[in-house]
């Protein structure tokens, strides 16, 4: 029996990358190769992340919001702070 991740699970790890990457843009200007830099997590698995193909754990997640300055549950809220 094999494990399938439903759209719903997919569509907001997207949903989660896309708010990620929004911050990031609109209130750093950090490239991703910054965010490699001031996480220790890989260009290419934070752009994953970004893409929604990954799913980070909670301690990625933090590095994330801690280097975007960010507390940890801004990357849960869309421009409008309302949760995705």
């Known amino acids: 029996?094999?494990?399938r991740k439903s759209n719903k699970d997919l569509g907001y790890r997207?949903?989660?990358g896309q708010n990620?990457?929004?911050?990031?843009?609109q209130e750093t200007g950090y490239t991703q190769e910054d965010?490699?830099?001031y996480t220790?997590?890989?260009r290419a698995y934070y752009g994953r992340i970004e893409l929604g193909v990954h799913a980070a754990?909670?301690?990625?997640l933090i590095k994330i919001a801690d280097?975007?300055?960010v507390p940890l549950y801004r990357l849960f809220l869309d421009e409008n702070d309302k949760p995705i």
């Open 1 to 3: 029996m094999s494990k």
């Open 35 to 37: 965010m490699e830099l």
């Open 14 to 16: 997207y949903r989660l």
């Open 20 to 25: 990620i990457a929004r911050i990031r843009k």
């Open 40 to 42: 220790g997590v890989s």
């Open 57 to 60: 754990s909670i301690d990625v």
């Open 67 to 69: 280097a975007l300055n």
